[in-house]
């Protein structure tokens, strides 16, 4: 029998899958500040995933997946989708568009800890004391990035209520996830979540921003397109193949660099200024991350 603790140990497709994750993740949200910065935030989404959705029914074909769930499976499909992508991206897009880039992200990611705490709650899934302390790093790191925005809640109260309401509903949907009984392929419950969160979001585009609607800019569509690529063709299916193979604190956390990414590009592109918190913070983050994937050596499983 392995060790318990090799389930957090992390293979080299996993590994080279997170890397670029993070990468295209913690790019986008720089790029969805740029994107929702004088066009409509949910119909930006809207045409992202309408673009997107196609193309990873492409991927599908190209790959052999099928695109069948089971009928009995359906309802389940739908409570997954609530939290992982209908309260999400809806949410989120509004926060971007009130708050800034990087302080979105931060917000955004605060998604472990919730996840640790529904874990225990609703699911029965007792962490070991280094994995509290992981999340008690995460937690220590986000309010850091947090510090220079705490004075200013009280302007921006309701985009910062948004995100953390974004970030408990993907914490939930990270843990279901995990506990899911489906058989379909993961590839197959991101289609087919992607095709129904692209007809909930169009619909409140035309119900809440019809007025607004106008044709995007260049900018705007390089966004839209990334958004497209990036996190609806790639980033959304790895993140859930990650969440549905690792133990739901492992994948929450390993993605934990995907808003220090975020906060580094929105200074690089968008000169948000960084503080000494920042810096302190990466390092916080990455203590986080080895507490919980950081495999626990046992001598008597070299016997096993």
């Keep these: 029998m392995r060790a318990m603790s090799d389930i957090h140990r992390l293979t080299r ?11 295209v993740w ?9 994107g929702v910065t004088g066009y409509p935030a949910i119909t930006f989404r809207s045409i992202s995933m309408w673009i997107g959705w196609p193309l990873l029914g492409l991927v599908l074909l190209y790959m052999k997946v099928p695109f069948k ?13 609530t939290s992982n992508m209908f309260v999400w991206h809806v949410l989120i897009i509004l926060a971007v568009q009130d708050l800034s880039s990087g302080r979105a992200a931060i917000l955004g990611y605060t998604m472990p800890i919730f996840s640790a705490v529904i874990g225990v709650l ?35 109260p309701l985009g910062v209520l948004i995100a953390l309401t974004a970030a408990a509903s993907w914490a939930l949907g990270t843990q279901q996830i995990r506990h899911t ?6 590839l197959t419950i991101v289609f087919w979540m992607t095709g129904m969160t692209a007809v909930v979001m169009g619909l ?10 106008t044709q995007p800019t260049a900018i705007t569509w390089g966004s839209i397109i990334y958004n497209a690529l990036g996190v609806f063709v790639f980033a959304q299916a790895a993140w859930l193949s990650l969440a549905r193979s690792l133990p739901p604190l492992a994948s929450s956390l390993s993605v934990m660099f995907i808003p220090i990414v975020g906060v ?6 968008l000169s948000e200024v960084l503080h000494w918190q920042d810096w302190l913070a990466v390092l916080l983050v990455v203590a986080a991350i080895a507490s919980v994937l950081w495999p626990t050596y046992n001598p008597l499983s070299q016997h096993d």
């Design 26 to 34: 913690g790019m986008n949200w720089p790029i969805l500040k740029i």
């Design 69 to 81: 769930v089971p009928r009995k499976e359906w309802k389940e499909l739908v409570l997954l989708a």
């Design 13 to 23: 497709k996993q590994l080279l899958t997170l890397v670029i994750l993070t990468l």
């Design 181 to 186: 009984k489906m058989t379909a392929p993961t």
């Design 122 to 156: 609703f699911f029965r899934s007792p962490l070991r004391p280094r994995a509290w302390i992981g999340v008690a790093l995460a937690a220590i790191a986000a309010m850091l990035l947090l510090w220079h925005e705490l004075l200013q809640l009280s302007g921006k």
């Design 264 to 269: 580094f590009t929105g200074a690089w592109w």
């Design 204 to 213: 409140l585009a035309m119900l809440f921003e019809m007025d607004r609607w």
